[in-house]
């Protein structure tokens, strides 16, 4: 029997799931968003898989609709709502606040978090009309900008954002010497130092060349995400 539109058979869910493959044929398909699918799942999931609040998605409706859930702000009912990389998750009866995260097996972890803080990876820029300034980010977001903050902004540079004040906290410019998260290939799950970069003009991707722990490797410059200036600055994520 084939599946509907509204779940994934598990042996084809993307690896970054935190889901068993066995004993249960089907898994809750996300509503369509922005995140793309490898790098986010449905709240059930979250709830259910990866918090055991719940053991049966019946129970997981039960708690969306009554213990306030917010992710990245912005408050949830519906259990297919995709959550995504560097999603702020927050459960307002139990006091629970994460960020989506992957693990070094590229498995979706949460990492606990303290404020209202997402970090935004920078995918685009755009002039709209009436001489607005818009920064459109890898999760779907779009903020508007001044012009300082645009022209100081280029693509996979990562936007902090306050989206409680609704207002950017700063700016990580993607540059050696900064640090990243690495959340896709060979190294994902791992921070590391930014050392040097190889820029192919369109020809094939850039690579960065990194330092994680005393180790030197390269990756795709996609693959990057700045979380801060200083190694001191990746212990939020620990």
Request: glycine share 6%; hydrophobic share 40%; proline share 3%.
């Amino acid at each position: 029997m084939a599946s509907n539109s509204r779940h994934l058979k598990r042996h084809s869910m993307p690896v970054s799931w935190p889901i068993k493959r066995k004993n249960i044929n089907f898994i809750t398909r996300p509503n369509p968003g922005s995140h793309k699918r490898d790098y986010a799942v449905a709240l059930v999931v979250i709830l259910r898989d990866v918090l055991g609040h719940a053991t049966t998605t019946k129970e997981a409706k039960l708690i969306a609709h009554t213990s306030e859930i917010f992710v990245n702000g912005k408050q949830v009912k519906d259990i297919k709502t995709p959550v995504g990389i560097f999603d702020i998750v927050e459960i307002k009866k139990t006091s629970e606040k994460y960020i989506v995260l992957f693990d070094e097996l590229g498995k979706i972890k949460l990492t606990p978090s303290k404020d209202n803080l997402i970090y935004l990876k920078v995918s685009g820029k755009t002039q709209l009309p009436g001489k607005k300034l818009q920064l459109n980010f890898m999760n779907g977001f779009n903020v508007l900008v001044d012009e300082k903050v645009f022209k100081s902004t280029s693509v996979n540079d990562t936007v902090v954002y306050d989206f409680a004040k609704k207002k950017i906290s700063s700016v990580l410019n993607l540059a050696e010497k900064a640090y990243a998260y690495i959340f896709d290939g060979n190294f994902k799950g791992k921070f590391a130092e930014i050392t040097g970069f190889t820029h192919y003009k369109g020809v094939t991707r850039d690579t960065v060349f990194i330092k994680i722990g005393k180790e030197a490797h390269s990756t795709a410059k996609d693959y990057c995400y700045v979380v801060g200036n200083k190694a001191e600055d990746i212990k939020r994520f620990a």
